[in-house]
């Protein structure tokens, strides 16, 4: 508190040394202070009022509820935005799950947004069309701290390159790492160890071990109640998606790809999905599958795990906490990370879909839209810069970083805090972790020496540990096996009028093949998927491309 009074009063100080006057015509003008020639966290004296508009889900209200003292628009986050950026943050509305993407489609349909809207590129691109936001070139250039400019930078030019419509910056991407989202195998060793089986090393081995773990009774219990792979009714989910099964043949759904050519092509209806999705619909018909999948979504599809009836999971290095939920009701059940494997036996490609796909964009006349910019500055100064207080904004016993209105962060953090813990239990020295790095490596150690009863430490070992889930996301990249998507820019004119469309064409036939329609239904998706606009998609992507190229 003492610091934060010591810097308010010198941004006062500041402030009134750099009395700005309006430009001549413009008495409305409201002048924005600089602080020490640096704008990027000057404060607004009066303060200013900034609205947006959230989803509020079960996660975000039980946060609250364990917060004594806090809410949506009084937390700790809020009072850091007034007290240093004078800032006042308030929602217009909130509402869970569907019913906010009605809303907030209704809004942007009749053009009523709030100061500063959440949106994705689709969307992005129909409030620039319509005329709704402000153009954030030249107030990104200014307001943005070299922090913020090297955290939205990590992921390439590609989430700035969405963003921009005409030549024009028109929101600020919160970018999303892609290469924490690899895909990985999480399988039951306590069920291999009991089966006398060894790890896969091909998609053959993964294959009889799913069958093995279906017909061999591998909880011992005397029945046949256990499925080799999970599944949920969403193929794409970035855990218990059956499509991330798909890359063990080199077939990449969901992303573009280049070709033998030079050329981008869409990913999902090359040859080798239907290969895939052969193999998948074989080990449905052999039972390996919950035979009511497809009617369940992730929370329904997660309790099979808990109830120890799964054995191999496809999922991200945070899978290791839905995993977890099995020692609940048997405290011997035992999961590890592999790297996902391929038909041949090489190390596979792992594809990497471009992940940036949430963007503030600001009102079409508030008298501030550097405020937004300010916003993502203070965030990432409070809990990855020179003055964070990460275990006070980021993460205590709960993930308070969800308070703020925005939660930009280092792209790459959780794979550089394995780094940085791998080289603190090889060297013996502590010194050099950082914040984050610190708190994961506590978690785990409180783990280690038997004192965590309710074993969440468990988790955070089983993704930081030595052999743990970034330890091969770590190999992934040294070993060059990632696939990073090609398409990078906004959506295409036609994208925005038929990629739903395509979408929706491409789930149907996938699962409809899986639950047991002839294979060849395939192909005909394929022409469908043309004839559709995907060949006008297909030529959009690629001028773009050529673009870019030159």
Known sequence: MLTALIVLSALSACENENNVKPPEGQENYTPVPVTGGDPSLSRYDPPIELSFVR????????????????????????????????????????????????????????????????????????????????????????????????????????????????????????????????????????????????????????????????????????????????????????????????????????????????????????????????????????????????????????????????????????????????RDNDPNADWQAYPIVSATGKAPKVPLKFNTNTFFAVRKGYEHPEAIVKLFNLHLEKNWGKTAEYEKYYNTTYPVWQLSPVTPSPTRKNLEAFRQIETARKTGDNDNLKDEAKYIKKRMDFYLSGDDVGESGWGWYKTYGPTGAFSIIDQYEKNNQLLYESFVGAPTDTMIDKQQILNDLQDQTYMNIILGRPIDDFDQFVRDWYKLGGDKITDEVNQWYEQRRY
């Open 55 to 326: 989803e509020v889900g079960e996660g975000l209200e039980g946060l609250i509820a364990d917060l004594p003292g806090e809410t949506l628009e009084d937390n700790r986050w809020t009072r850091l935005d007034a007290e240093m950026l004078g800032i006042k943050i308030k929602y217009d509305w909130t509402a869970k799950g569907d019913l906010y993407r009605q809303k907030l489609g209704a809004s942007i349909a009749s053009g009523h947004i709030p100061d500063v809207v959440q949106v994705n590129a689709q969307q992005l691109r129909e409030l620039s069309n319509a005329g709704l936001i402000e153009d954030l070139t030249d107030v990104y250039e200014k307001y943005a701290s070299p922090l913020s400019k090297k955290v939205l930078g990590e992921e390439g030019d590609g989430p700035f390159e969405t963003a921009t419509i005409d030549g024009k910056l028109m929101a600020i991407p919160q970018t999303s790492s892609s290469i924490e989202d690899s895909d990985l195998l999480w399988i039951r060793t306590d069920w291999l160890k009991r089966l006398g089986l060894s790890p896969p090393k091909t998609m053959n081995d993964l294959l009889a071990i799913s069958k093995a773990f279906t017909e061999k009774d591998p909880d011992n219990n005397g029945k046949d109640d256990t499925y080799g792979i999970a599944a949920t009714k969403y193929l794409g989910d970035p855990v218990m998606g059956l499509i991330n099964l798909m890359a063990g043949y080199d077939a990449f759904p969901n992303i573009w790809i280049k070709d033998q050519q030079g050329k981008l092509v869409y990913g999902g209806i090359q040859p080798e999905v239907k290969t895939a999705l052969k193999v998948i619909q074989e080990m449905y018909e052999q039972g390996q599958l919950d035979p009511e999948f497809a009617l369940k979504d992730g929370d329904k599809a997660g309790k099979l795990i808990s109830e120890g009836r799964i054995g191999i999971i496809y999922g991200e290095q945070w899978a290791s906490f839905l995993v977890k939920t099995s």
